[in-house]
């Protein structure tokens, strides 16, 4: 029995750089329902793409170092696989959007080509040229994109940022992949387009019941993208929660925080921000890494590391202030 | 006081390129009284940076005309006196690039001074070291290099940078926009902060409209170069008029449901914004328009005063109540 497509428990990386090690993840505990759509939600530097290239196993080794904890897709130990058997999953089992569809898609290709190949690279049996050609145009259809077949043979640089974004959405479901990571995208993109890519995103995952992982710093995008959040802050997930529980009683000292350095469009003026900055990956600081910005530390909060733990239904919270002993590191 | 410091007359900014002429900036006006917050917003080729640039001379206007505190600056900047320069300042985007990372901070700041010969040699530092006070940063930043400062404290310096030659109108283009929320709400507060203290006219560029909302005294939206609709923040919020405006307003993600019920009933996002090479004729945004009539595509809508100092280009909105005003101009 699996009811997790994903399952990441503890998980823990370093980079070895000139200065020392950089110990960025620092246990991070997340899991993936099937069908769910999950929202992973942080700022500039706190590891949500590096969490995401682990699971992929695309983590830059050397100076990238995975050094505990594991990863479960479906029911299979990822960091204990063979690349032989990663490249199937990569290919068939998950799949990812980046954030900048220019970096994405190389220029020298028509879509065309790009697609196809991606298509012939998941393919489980043989298929031939007219097959995966009928696929790659149905999959540019699916994307909304007008004249797929025009699509077929432009190169990038023909395309808008919101028709290559979409583009790169075609590449990643054409697979029909049980998870898609999708790392911050519509960051890249304007307002009005960030809407019609967003909604164009929720109906290709309902339809095909797909997970999904939704990178993002953003919490207004997270709350039209997801129904389970997870809040992550310096390589650990310090909040996590079913979305209508997050939004209306958020616990996180850095949770409430982030919410409130907001800018409301209600207006009535802005917020104070967070004080001080992300910690230095090479001396972070001891128990928990938000001690040294919370308002509400203790003496505690330096001494251990908090244990990420279920303090209502569907909600789980990394803070000593709603309970439970600290956790012997 | 509350005189018009700025006053931009049908501007004009063309580039020719060999594909056309792009029509960035087409007969912009409005003015910006001293002390107050004119809020630029609009989607990327809009043309809201050109107008900034044009206003601060890096580009000589094709046509039209800028006055400054009742001296006329439509000629190049190389006319421009030097106290006329020295009253404006801008502060970019991404402090990674407007700052030169082979000088030190000290040599960065003290640069305008120089240029400006506020103060002799001696008392340089002492002045550079008082504008890093102002900005919160320490005296001992003065031997730093830019790369080795974080985001928000290198566009801290940038400000400082803007604030040494004790301009009256400083042009913000996106100046939180590279930044985390937590930073974004410290710098924006210490803006208002400024602006109080040296009545500083700010003109604030940015996509984000939450922000604008917390910021701005009055709002202008720009699309495919032209002013579609200005108005007093508080009425370009609650009553939106151009349906432009209503989408962009409706395309925001919100937080909270105070502010979901701020947002006019959704209007869907559709179409992309056309090429300024090839502005579409009439109105500019029929193509996308959900209330498009019959002569949206043939007449060009011009923008009018529906309510006092409330302007709107839109052939619907505009006439209701055009007869009023009509009469008491």
Known sequence: MVDHVLRIRDLQVEFKVYEGRLKVLNGVNMDVGLGARVGLVGEAGCGKTTTMRCVLGILQSPPGKITGGTIRFRDRDVLKMSQANLQKIRGGGISMIFQDPVAALNPVFTVGDQLTSVIRYAATKRMDKKEIKRRAIKALADVQLPDPDRMFTSYPVQLSGGMRQRVCIAMALATEPELMIA????????????????RL??????????????????LGVVKEMADWVYVMYAGSIVEGAKKEILFERPMHPYTLGLMGALPKLTGGGMAEGI???????????????????????????AGNRPEFREVDPDHRVACVLYGGEADEQ | MNSDLLAVEKLKKHFVTARGTVRAVDDVSFTAKEGETLGLVGESGSGKSTVAYTIIGLHAPTDGKITFGGQDMSTGVSKRSRALKRSMQIVFQDPGTSLNPRRTIEQILSLPLQVHGIGDRKGRRSSVIELL?????????????????????????????ALATDPRLVILDEPTSALDVSIQAKIINMLCGFQEEMNLTYLFITHDLSLMRNVASRVAIMYLGKIYELAPTEDFFERPLQPYTKMLLSSIPVVLPEEEAVKPSRIVSEGEIPSPVNVPPGCGFHTRCPEMEENCDA?????????????VRCHKCAEPVTAEIAGKE
């Open chain 1, 183 to 198: 790392d911050e995208p519509t960051t890249a993109l304007d307002v009005t387009i960030q809407a019609q890519v967003l």
């Open chain 1, 201 to 218: 995103l929720n109906e290709l995952v309902e339809e095909r019941a797909t997970s999904v992982i939704f990178i993002t710093h953003s």
């Open chain 1, 275 to 301: 004080p001080g900055r992300i910690p230095d990956y090479l001396n972070p600081p001891t128990g928990c890494r938000f001690n040294p910005r919370c308002t509400q530390a203790m003496e505690v909060c």
């Open chain 2, 133 to 161: 006070r102002r900005v919160e940063l320490p005296a001992d930043y003065l031997f730093k290099s830019p790369h080795m400062l974080g985001g928000g404290e290198r566009q801290m310096v940038a400000i400082a940078r």
């Open chain 2, 299 to 311: 007449d060009e809508p011009q923008l009018v005063e529906v309510q006092r100092g409330h302007f």
